[in-house]
């Protein structure tokens, strides 16, 4: 299983990016999928997850300004960043908690490579 990330960049304060997060492999089914995020110096901290089909789930920082969504159909979350601001510069990982086909009472988790975010003028 394999998680690949693309969408990250450099944006100047007030911009939004968008993330997305594709799981590939051998996916039985995904339990829920998440972003988390690094900052220098700083522990990694989840910003946004989803759970099964509906249920999401959001840093306080970032309520109001992120939207997590996810397409089962492709195995894809994204992560819409808007309303940037400096202190949102990290390291943006994917998580997946999913069971792979011939495991499927097993829950693995795999992260993805990460990609950087940079916000500032």
């Known amino acids: 299983v394999q998680l690949v990330e693309s969408g990250g960049g450099l944006v100047q304060p007030g911009g939004s990016l968008k993330l997305s997060c594709a799981a590939s492999?051998?996916?039985?089914?995904?339990?829920?999928m998440g972003w988390y995020r690094q900052a220098p110096g700083k522990q990694r901290e989840l910003v946004a997850a989803t759970i099964g089909d509906s249920l999401t789930n959001y840093v306080d920082s970032v309520k109001g300004r992120f939207s997590i969504s996810r397409d089962n159909a492709k195995n894809t979350v994204y992560l819409q960043m808007n309303s940037l601001k400096p202190e949102d510069t990290a390291v943006y990982y994917c998580?997946?908690?999913?069971?792979?086909?011939?495991?499927?009472?097993?829950?693995?988790?795999?992260w993805g490579q990460g990609t950087q975010v940079t916000v500032s003028s």
């Open positions: 492999g051998s996916i039985f089914s995904i339990d829920g």
């Open positions: 998580n997946a908690e999913l069971r792979e086909v011939g495991r499927a009472m097993f829950i693995s988790e795999y």
